[in-house]
């Protein structure tokens, strides 16, 4: 009989069949929410304290007794108490001889001990079968239902039988146990609650790092240079016309930056003439981090919408408007259209609405909800093809944005052309060795390569 684990089931369960029971040792946050979720799949809970008589806060149905006594009851005992209290063990070490300790301990910070939480247990009673597991999830997870990654259990032993049976409690609690190996393993699953962001810390100082950059360098250019030439106080436009600068250009190279590690690969593997040779380690980081460029890139892409959205509504627009319709209609004055004018700005609109709107589905598809519904070709399609459409169209929007002002030298000032200008950099840059490696000649050569193919292979 197979067990389920249903949010309506009661406490306690009357079966035929009798209840796989538990031992926890610990009585704390983590201990109490482990015990509640196994009495509401079907187990029996045995919480082995230091002072049985003293714990009031335990879920109903659950026994409290002391750890020697605890421990006989049951041959799976979850060790739900910090490092530094496990000396105690030691005095158990008869009774937990033979017994599975699934270890759940986490620390204070990263490479705290020379060894893992769950080898040092293993050290201290070498006759138990230890296992490492749970310390990914929260108590918070366990009260209110797991979601998506928080449903993930990473699992490691060296016993593999002992392994298997804390693998099916997990599955059983409605959580997916995820095989790590070894008990080697277990100094690695200890540093995953400890990581902030591991793979976000990058794009995150990368955009910091070009958005101040950007944002001085305009400063510069647009409020510094007026007043030092003019005496013109243009400091209102560091609140919306300056971040309306930086946030597209900081959206357009980090979207750049998603697709130029593929080119550098591209690049790496026609020169070795193999595929057979790893990547620099600071290239395989840059394309594991992808991703969290993109959804940056697309957070940025998203400002520079707003700000545009409000532009109408500034105070200085409406002022400039109004100021010259007045001055036109003392003069009598009108100017002309232009009709190639209409154009560039028409084309800059038009390019911009439709590389946001790939944008945005490049995001959507990211997405593990949309990734998982479509098969590796679909998804290859949209994060590739339609990718380099969109950093084209993006590109093309910021190119004819400039329009004729674009290498003009009035547009100079302290001879630092605009900031679209540094925008365009990368993003050329790729696109132009991108068409080339697309080219037959080089293409054919890099898909051999791709395909097992060596230039210099004796076969």
């Known amino acids: 009989?197979?067990?389920?684990?249903?949010?309506?089931?009661?406490?306690?369960?009357?079966?035929?069949?009798?209840?796989?029971?538990?031992?926890?040792?610990?009585?704390?946050?983590?201990?109490?929410?482990?015990?509640?979720?196994?009495?509401?799949?079907?187990?029996?809970?045995?919480?082995?304290?230091?002072?049985?008589?003293?714990?009031n806060l335990l879920p109903n149905g659950a026994e409290v007794l002391s750890?020697?006594?605890?421990?006989?009851?049951?041959?799976?005992?979850?060790?739900?108490?910090?490092?530094?209290?496990?000396?105690?063990?030691?005095?158990?070490?008869?009774?937990?001889?033979?017994?599975?300790?699934?270890?759940?301990?986490?620390?204070?910070?990263i490479n705290q001990y020379p060894e893992s939480n769950a080898e040092y247990l293993a050290q201290l009673v070498p006759g138990a079968h230890v296992v490492k597991a749970f310390n990914t999830i929260s108590a918070w997870a366990l009260?209110?239902?797991?979601?998506?990654?928080?449903?993930?259990?990473?699992?490691?032993?060296?016993?593999?039988?002992?392994?298997?049976?804390?693998?099916?409690?997990?599955?059983?609690?409605?959580l997916t146990p995820m095989d790590q190996g070894s008990l080697t393993a277990a100094k690695e699953i200890e540093k995953y609650p400890l990581q902030l962001f591991p793979m976000?810390?990058?794009?995150?100082?990368?955009?910091?790092?070009?958005?101040i950059f950007l944002f001085f360098y305009c400063v510069i250019r647009d409020v510094i240079y007026p007043y030092v030439y003019e005496k013109k106080d243009n400091t209102f436009r560091m609140a919306i016309s300056i971040p309306n600068r930086v946030f597209p250009i900081t959206a357009l190279t980090l979207l750049a930056l998603v697709y130029l590690p593929g080119v550098i690969a591209a690049i790496l593997q026609l020169y070795r003439g193999t595929k057979y040779r790893r990547f620099p380690?600071?290239?395989?980081?840059?394309?594991?981090?992808?991703?969290?460029?993109?959804?940056?890139?697309?957070?940025?892409?998203?400002?520079?919408?707003?700000?545009?959205?409000?532009?109408?509504?500034r105070y200085y627009v409406r002022w400039r408007s109004g100021n010259l319709t007045v001055t036109q209609a003392i003069l009598k004055k009108e100017n002309p259209f232009s009709t190639s004018s209409a154009w560039l700005s028409d084309s800059y609109v038009a390019l911009g609405i439709l590389g946001f709107f790939l944008f945005v589905?490049?995001?959507?598809?990211?997405?593990?909800?949309?990734?998982?519904?479509?098969?590796?070709?679909?998804?290859?399609?949209?994060?590739?093809?339609?990718?380099y459409l969109t950093l084209i169209l993006c590109t093309?929007?910021?190119?004819?944005?400039?329009?004729k002002r674009f290498l003009s030298p009035s547009n100079l000032r302290w001879y630092l052309p605009a900031a679209y200008v540094l925008g365009l950099i990368i993003p050329c840059t790729m696109l132009v060795?991108?068409?080339?490696?697309?080219?037959?000649?080089?293409?054919?050569?890099l898909t051999r390569i791709r395909q097992g193919w060596e230039r210099n292979s004796k076969h």
Not at 22 to 41: E, Y
Not at 158 to 169: G, L, P
Not at 303 to 309: A, D, K, R, W
Not at 396 to 403: E, P
């Open 396 to 403: 093309a929007h910021t190119l004819v944005y400039g329009g």
């Open 143 to 174: 009260q209110s239902g797991a979601l998506d990654a928080s449903r993930q259990v990473f699992v490691c032993g060296n016993d593999s039988n002992a392994k298997q049976r804390v693998m099916d409690i997990v599955r059983n609690l409605g």
């Open 361 to 387: 589905l490049l995001g959507i598809t990211s997405l593990p909800s949309v990734s998982n519904a479509v098969n590796w070709r679909e998804f290859r399609f949209v994060q590739s093809k339609l990718g």
């Open 200 to 211: 976000w810390r990058f794009p995150f100082y990368l955009s910091a790092v070009l958005c």
């Open 67 to 109: 750890y020697s006594e605890a421990a006989k009851k049951s041959d799976i005992i979850i060790i739900a108490i910090h490092r530094e209290h496990y000396d105690f063990l030691t005095e158990l070490t008869e009774v937990l001889n033979g017994k599975i300790l699934v270890d759940i301990s986490n620390n204070l910070k």
């Open 1 to 55: 009989m197979e067990k389920t684990c249903m949010d309506a089931l009661p406490l306690t369960m009357n079966s035929s069949e009798k209840q796989e029971i538990v031992c926890i040792f610990g009585t704390g946050d983590f201990g109490r929410s482990l015990g509640l979720k196994m009495l509401q799949c079907g187990y029996s809970i045995v919480f082995g304290s230091r002072n049985p008589q003293k714990n």
């Open 433 to 445: 060795i991108k068409f080339v490696l697309i080219m037959p000649c080089v293409d054919n050569t």
């Open 281 to 313: 380690d600071w290239l395989d980081h840059w394309m594991l981090c992808r991703k969290q460029l993109g959804l940056l890139a697309l957070g940025f892409a998203f400002l520079h919408v707003l700000y545009t959205l409000v532009i109408p509504i």
